[in-house]
C-alpha cells in the first residue's frame, strides 16, 4: 500500500520568516500547564493564542452534561474564535491538553497588525475558513455516517494532523484510549471497544507502544465515499 503523503501547512507555516518574528513580537509567550482551562464556553472572549508547543484540546458541553471534543490543536496552530473581533461570546471551552508554550495575542492588539499587514490577515482569514470547514465537515461525517463514521473520520484525521509514515501505513503519534476517541465522537467508550476491536479484526488497525497504527486508511476512507477534500479540512 502506497505512504500517505502529508501536506498540512498550519497557520504558522504560511508565515515568511519575517512576518513570524512580527507576529511572535506582538504576543506574550506563556507556559501552561496540563488541565489549565484557557476560556470557557460563554465567556466573552479577550485573546487568541498561538501553539508553540504542547497540545490544546476544544471541546462543547453537550445538552445532557457531557463533554464533547471537537479539536486538538498543536505547534503553528491558533486557538480562539472569530467571535473575539464582534465580540460575540465564545461558543468552546479551551483546555491545555499537554503541557505547553504559547503566544498570547490581544484583539486590539491583532486588529491594529491585520490593518498594518496584509499577509497575517490573509493567513488569519484563510486560517478560520479551514476550521470552520473543518469543524462542519466533522459533524456532516457524524451526522451522515453515524458512530461508526465518526470513529473512521477521527481517525483519518487524526492520521492527517498527528500522523508518521511508518512501513505498515500510518502511525498517530498522539496517544489517545478508547475514552478519548469515544469523546470525540460523541459515543460511549464500550462502543469504541467493539468498533475498534472490529478494524483489528479486519487487520485495519494495529497498536504498536500504545499508539494507533493505521494500516488501511483506504477502507476507512471507502466507507465515508470520501472526497477530494484538501487536508486541512480533514484534521483534527
Not at 498540512?8 to 520568516?17: G, V, Y
Not at 486557538?79 to 503541557?99: K, R
Not at 459515543?187 to 478494524?199: H, I, P
Request: charged share 25%; proline share 1%.
Amino acid at each position: 500500500m502506497p505512504k500517505q503523503e502529508f501536506k498540512l501547512r498550519r497557520f504558522f507555516d504560511q508565515l515568511s520568516d519575517k512576518n513570524k518574528e512580527l507576529l511572535l513580537s506582538k504576543g506574550t509567550k506563556k507556559k501552561f500547564e496540563r488541565g489549565t482551562t484557557l476560556f470557557s464556553e460563554g465567556e466573552q472572549p479577550d485573546h487568541v493564542y498561538l501553539v508553540r508547543s504542547g497540545m490544546v484540546r476544544l471541546s462543547k458541553m453537550t445538552i445532557d452534561g457531557k463533554e464533547f471534543s471537537l479539536h486538538l490543536k498543536q505547534a503553528g496552530e491558533l486557538v480562539g474564535e472569530v467571535g473575539l473581533f464582534n465580540q460575540m461570546a465564545i461558543s468552546v471551552t479551551a483546555t491545555v491538553a499537554e503541557d505547553a508554550e504559547l503566544v498570547r495575542f490581544d484583539r486590539l492588539v491583532l486588529e491594529k497588525l491585520f490593518e498594518e499587514n496584509g499577509e497575517i490577515a490573509v493567513a488569519f482569514m484563510k486560517w478560520f475558513a479551514t476550521h470552520t470547514q473543518s469543524t462542519q465537515s466533522k459533524f456532516r461525517d457524524l451526522i451522515l455516517c453515524g458512530k461508526k463514521g465518526g470513529l473512521y473520520s477521527t481517525l483519518i484525521r487524526f492520521s492527517n494532523s498527528y500522523g508518521e509514515e511508518h512501513s505498515q501505513g500510518t502511525l498517530i503519534k498522539v496517544q489517545l484510549t478508547n475514552q478519548d476517541i469515544a469523546q470525540f465522537i460523541g459515543t460511549t467508550r464500550e462502543g469504541v471497544n467493539r468498533l475498534m476491536n472490529e478494524l483489528k479484526k479486519e487487520d485495519v488497525i494495529a497498536y504498536e507502544n500504545n499508539y494507533i497504527l493505521l494500516k488501511n486508511i483506504h477502507y476507512l476512507k471507502e466507507f465515508l465515499q470520501c472526497g477530494d477534500c484538501p487536508v486541512e479540512v480533514c484534521t483534527i
